[in-house]
């Protein structure tokens, strides 16, 4: 079994997101899998997925502060500056965190730890609504 | 042809660990596909996995030196510090490296290049024994 | 339907390189594949893929310019220094970007957002040519 949805989430401002439950509300099929995977794919360069702890909001407060630091903007050596010293630097992080998180399925669900949650990475300041395409397989 | 694995890897001191072979051989039908895919996938935030060099072990050293200058502990504007000074980093390190390795399966076997295997990246002081997902598809 | 292909990509200077193009052009049956995935991985701990802006080549000059000085070369703490100063680094940044991309497949071909590209990552200074395994499935 295949499915592929095109999926819009709502815009956020930067910063990184829980965003499982918005993804899996729009995943009509995954109920039906008893084993498989799904890939979920971020169409975008200045914006990234990654998966982590799913609790303390403080987490992801220290995530921006810590991507700001291990890229900064306005670095003097920068080529690419036309679109804003956000630009370059949110091209980096996405490339850090990378465009897509797979995740088993087991018995209809997403099999995350406890712990674990799906993270939208907005690394612009305006990234506005960011599409993702999700791809389900199994059995 | 799908198959899922729960597996608990032996707990590990902080650092990176090659598993490759801990890994395969809890993999019983991975000898039966000849064309397919192994998705590995950990159940943790703070730990993760890799794939890099699998003979010297210097540069798994190495790894653990560079990643902990990389993200520092006790940095002075972490708001998320109650789980001790390793927590935080670790969550950092956990997405930089990410929570899943895909590897390609060929003739019953992972088609790793001659020189890659797969690391535990463990991240805490005291993580214990890490819970995986293995699903394997093919023909 | 299950393929697999082992390409390999002509060799490249040190840096980051747009090869989306040479990549489909080896998948033949890209094209019948309505729903599905490519996942393509690099069999090198010395190189890596990531996903990132295909239109403005400064992105990939600054791309260098920032994993130069995120992964310094000859830092006096490295142990795994016997094969040049490159070396080292060259395995970190290849963890730290990922030996492979996962893009979904729609319509014959890989579904990828107006901007993105695959780049290929040279971290080496002599890298030569390196060998990827495309796995295409898909209905």
């Known amino acids: 079994m ?4 095109e999926i819009r989430l709502k815009p956020r401002r930067r910063g990184f997101h829980l965003v499982t439950d918005e993804i899996v509300a729009q995943l009509a099929d995954l109920r039906d ?8 794919f971020i169409q975008h360069t200045s914006a990234s997925l990654t998966i ?14 810590v991507f ?8 003097p050596y920068y080529e690419h500056t036309l679109e ?9 992080k996405a490339s850090l965190l990378g ?3 797979t995740v088993p399925v087991s018995n209809g669900r997403l099999n995350l730890g406890t ?3 799906i993270y939208l990475c907005e690394h612009r300041n305006q990234g506005g609504s960011r599409r993702l395409v999700v791809t389900l397989q199994g059995e």
């Not at 899998?33 to 979920?40: D, F, L, P, R």
């Open 33 to 40: 899998i008893s084993v498989g995977m799904a890939h979920i």
């Open 99 to 101: 465009p897509s998180v």
């Open 84 to 92: 804003g010293s956000d630009d370059l630097p949110a091209h980096i």
């Open 52 to 65: 982590n702890e799913n609790a303390d909001p403080t987490v992801r407060v220290d995530f921006e502060s």
């Open 68 to 75: 700001n630091r291990l890229v900064k903007e306005n670095e």
């Open 115 to 117: 712990w674990q949650g």
């Open 2 to 5: 295949w499915q592929q949805y």
